[in-house]
């Protein structure tokens, strides 16, 4: 359990906001999503609608300036306040006059700068030596990143965030209790997302075939206290167990896969070292009858032989949903396109393809084969 979810103020407040009915953007602290999913972060309201509830830390004004603070809460009423935050809503306002909560809060936002908004905002990050960094992104959860990878580092580091469109479409997907296998974690931006909204009743597995990627990753399950709600497995999941061959990318180390080859890595200006990893198949790793309402893979083409290895988990499971990247380029390198679709057919899925506007667009099979690259919601109908 995160400190969050053990503070009674935090769970104070969140139930205050439960209790409101009818509110689809609730702005708050990103540490907020393990115990309201659907919070919108401060980062991210800055793109957003209008809220219709705010959520305000008292330690967190003068980053947010007072002139955001008052375009944010603009139309709201005050409805809640404790030692901690304080609750703005488009419910009806409270008598707030006695609480000294409420007079406290408006003591300290009277004392911001109002240029204070207008300043620059910089990303939280700290250097560590050996080439690691710590941050936070956009969503409030920190992470370890290796500052010699070019792939995901520099945009979690400037940005705090990953493959935004992405990002978004995959938290509307998410739920409270889900059992979610994500299988290429790297080193965990996707699973810290899951983790803080699948919350304590979930379980998270999260599978790494790169040692140091995967180190990285149970570290920053560990800083998120998320280790009582995740296990994280270095180990290649393919069609059958036993040992693989694993290409390893020197600078884009979310590229390393089973099917990297030269020609990619001169590409990119980069160059392979081939290790030696344990492979397993998730229908050995799962016993029969387990519960899993999402399959989420990213592994650079691997994910013919992953579903192959996993027949038995997902005809057992008829309601679990696959988020998936399609590289046709790579998967043509082993496997006929239109067999691999065709398999995904046969189980009954449709397909939606990710926008980069985040929405969903529903495409056949077989008009997904004149995709280049892209990412794909798979359900079944029902």
Not at 177 to 186: K, S, T
Request: charged residues 25%; proline residues 5%; negative net charge.
């Amino acid at each position: 359990m995160s400190a969050v979810e053990d503070d009674p103020h935090w769970i104070e407040t969140a139930d205050h906001v439960k209790a409101i009915a009818g509110w689809s953007c609730c702005v708050a602290p990103g540490e907020f999503a393990a115990l309201l999913p659907a919070i919108t972060p401060y980062e991210r309201a800055r793109r957003s609608t209008k809220p219709d509830i705010l959520v305000l830390h008292k330690g967190r004004l003068e980053e947010l300036g007072r002139t955001w603070i008052a375009e944010a809460s603009e139309g709201l009423r005050p409805t809640f306040a404790n030692e901690v935050f304080v609750v703005f809503s488009a419910s009806q306002a409270m008598d707030m006059s006695k609480s000294v909560h409420f007079k406290a809060f408006l003591e300290r936002l009277n004392l911001l700068p109002k240029e204070k908004a207008t300043q620059k905002q910089t990303r939280p990050m700290i250097y560590l030596g050996q080439n690691r960094a710590l941050t936070k992104t956009l969503d409030g959860l920190k992470m370890y990143v290796d500052t010699r990878d070019y792939s995901l580092a520099p945009h979690i580091l400037l940005d705090g965030e990953w493959e935004p469109w992405i990002t978004e479409a995959y938290k509307r997907i998410l739920r409270p209790g889900m059992q979610i296998v994500e299988v290429g974690a790297n080193i965990g931006y996707y699973s810290l997302i899951a983790g803080a909204r699948i919350g304590p009743e979930g379980k998270l597995f999260a599978f790494e075939a790169n040692p140091q990627l995967c180190e990285i990753l149970f570290a920053n399950v560990d800083i998120n206290g998320m280790l009582g709600r995740a296990t994280v497995v270095n180990k290649a999941v393919a069609a059958k167990s036993g040992p693989l061959r694993f290409n390893v990318f020197d600078k884009y180390l979310g590229s390393s896969s089973l099917f990297a080859n030269e020609a990619a890595a001169a590409h990119y200006n980069d160059k392979l070292d081939t290790i030696t990893v344990e492979g397993i198949s998730l229908d050995e790793y799962f016993r029969p009858g387990s519960r899993i309402d999402l399959l989420k893979m990213d592994a650079e083409g691997a994910e013919p032989h992953i579903l192959r290895g996993a027949d038995r988990l997902i005809r057992e499971n008829p309601n679990m949903t696959i988020v998936m990247e399609f590289a046709p380029s790579i998967i043509r390198t082993h496997t006929p396109i239109d067999a691999f679709l065709g398999e995904l057919a046969r189980y009954g899925f449709d397909c939606q393809v990710i926008a980069h506007d985040s929405s969903l667009r529903k495409v056949p099979f077989s008009e997904l084969v004149t995709y280049d690259h892209c990412d794909v919601v798979l359900s079944r109908p029902g």
